[in-house]
């Protein structure tokens, strides 16, 4: 049994990822409090997304283990328990439209009618309504859309890789009003992007990731 | 159960996709035409003779035979060669459902689209004998003549013999339905253990690869290269018989109770046995399979 309280939303410890002979990440350990918006800043091929990937649940490291909620993903569980996630971009199904594809995803979780859909689909600024298949949307539009899928099962963590790519000033305070929003309600939510402007006024703590290895938290108000 | 659900959830997920792919409607045109290509013989046969045809029969003789099955099975890998779905589409469905459900959903993928596309099969060549069909379970004047007649010497048609001799339309039917869909889920199941293990690619190209070894491991081959001489055929035959994973879904390459071929029996155990032992080994790699996906669209 985990506390709720005092366990933290994720532990890395040891994480190294290796694809051939490529050392992506590099013996990473650190550890993320619930309750609050953490960042990831690093240029592109920093090894971000792979440690995303690691903590989600989509690669088995080559050493060391990440645990969400208390629970070591690849032992306890396949996949993070409890969380939503937006990592590359979810390959969507061009023809069908957001509410469709997010309806097979969340029959997938178990939910039952169409009002949690409509509702993420609301909460990001699109149009639930919309007939067009998701092959015409916009990049940005793709991206609210792969928030919202995040959102569905109105998970306790979110890890979200590059949320604001592609969307207009107006979506990136979008954005941030709504993880600002989501932080209240006492989610998690861990953010990653190459752009360290863009997360740093949002974050409670910021870790910037260079060639496979993280430094330590370089803000962080709890300190 | 839960899983269970999930897995069909994935598979139905999976079989939507389906509706807006191209080449889903190309093999299911390419199904057809092969149907009507293939039973083709048979049915002139009963148009020039004016004889009547057991309902199944069309399809009896057609899949009876190693070819027909083999150019069906490459017809069939047009669509399953989509599946696993291991792009980012794919990957976020098995993030929600868990690898295991996941997994289980692409079997059940596989096994009804294999299923289907078989059915299809029987279909059409029902379809394409209709007018001069009955539904009895015994043999047509069709077959007596394919069998008994100078006609039946055709090496396509010597089963016939065999056939009529031995077993009722409806049994063997369903031995040879059985033979056709386990061959080509032996197919199927390699192109999805080998997509878990290794890489689409290699999938793909050892599906064929034993596609190729139903052109390859052939009775005349076999003469061919050992040097043997005609009387010397039914070693060959036995050789074909037991190598071949094609030989094994051919009826007419059986024990009928007076040789050493393997018996119908044995030759289902080894393709189901084989197709299971390859699901097993694709479970116990999904466990620690590393989701290579980079978003974006997906094709579906």
Redesign the interface.
């Known amino acids: 049994m985990t506390d709720r309280n005092t366990t933290p939303a994720i532990q890395v410890e040891g994480i190294r990822m290796r694809f051939g002979a490529d050392t992506v990440i590099k013996d990473i350990t650190c550890t993320w409090e619930a309750g609050k918006i953490h960042g990831i800043v690093g240029r592109n091929g920093s090894g971000k997304t792979v440690l995303m990937?690691c903590i989600?649940?989509?690669?088995?490291p080559t050493r060391g283990q990440a645990r969400v909620f208390g629970r070591t993903i690849?032992k306890d569980v396949?996949?993070a328990p409890d969380t939503g996630?937006l990592?590359?971009?979810?390959?969507?199904?061009?023809?069908?439209t957001g509410m469709n594809n997010l309806l097979?995803?969340a029959?997938?979780?178990?939910l039952k009618g169409r009002e949690r859909v409509r509702t993420c689909i609301e909460m990001v600024g699109l149009d639930p309504n919309l007939k067009k298949g998701?092959?015409k949307y916009s990049m940005g539009m793709?991206r609210r859309l792969g928030i919202a899928?995040a959102l569905l099962d109105d998970p306790r963590l979110l890890i979200l890789d590059e949320p604001t790519n592609g969307l207009d000033k107006q979506g990136v305070r979008d954005v941030h009003a709504l993880l600002t929003c989501l932080k209240a309600q006492g989610k998690t939510v861990l953010l990653a992007s190459h752009n360290p402007l863009d997360i740093s006024g949002l974050c409670d703590s910021v870790r910037e990731m260079d060639g496979g290895v993280m430094s330590a938290a370089y803000k962080d108000i709890t300190i | 159960m839960c899983d269970l659900r999930k897995a069909w959830l994935c598979a139905g997920w999976n079989l939507y996709t389906l509706r807006k792919n191209p080449r889903f409607y190309l093999a299911l045109v390419m199904g057809c035409l092969l149907c009507w290509m293939l039973t083709d013989r048979t049915l002139a046969i009963s148009r020039d003779f004016h004889t009547d045809l057991q309902v199944f029969e069309a399809f009896i003789w057609c899949f009876a035979d190693g070819d027909s099955i083999l150019y069906a099975s490459l017809v069939l890998m047009l669509v399953l060669s989509a599946f696993p779905r291991l792009d980012a589409a794919g990957s976020y469905v098995s993030f929600r459902a868990g690898r295991r459900a996941w997994l289980l959903g692409q079997v059940l993928t596989v096994l009804v689209i294999t299923l289907g596309y078989c059915l299809l099969l029987l279909i059409c060549s029902m379809l394409l004998g209709a007018g001069r069909v009955h539904a009895r379970n015994i043999w047509s004047d069709t077959a007596t003549l394919l069998s008994f007649s100078p006609g039946g010497f055709d090496p396509a048609f010597a089963v016939t013999r065999k056939m009529v001799k031995l077993t009722l339309p409806y049994p063997a039917l369903a031995q040879i339905f059985v033979l056709l869909f386990l061959f080509m889920l032996l197919l199927s199941s390699v192109q999805l253990a080998f997509t878990v293990l290794k890489s689409r690619q290699t999938g793909t190209a050892l599906a064929l690869l034993i596609c190729l070894t139903g052109f390859i491991l052939t009775p005349e081959r076999f003469m061919q290269w050992l040097h043997l001489p005609l009387e010397f055929t039914f070693y060959a035959n036995l050789l074909a018989a037991w190598l071949s994973p094609l030989q094994h879904a051919t009826y007419m390459m059986h024990n009928f109770g007076y040789d050493l071929l393997p018996r119908l029996s044995t030759s289902m155990l080894l393709l189901g046995g084989a197709s299971v032992a390859l699901l097993a080994l694709s479970a116990l790699r999904m466990r620690h399979y590393n989701y290579v996906f980079s978003g974006g669209i997906a094709h579906d």
């Not at chain 1, 990592?87 to 069908?96: M, Q, R, T």
């Open positions: 990937k989600c649940g989509f690669l088995r690849g396949d996949f996630m990592i590359e971009a979810p390959g969507f199904l061009p023809h069908e097979w995803l029959r997938l979780s178990g998701v092959g793709r899928q």
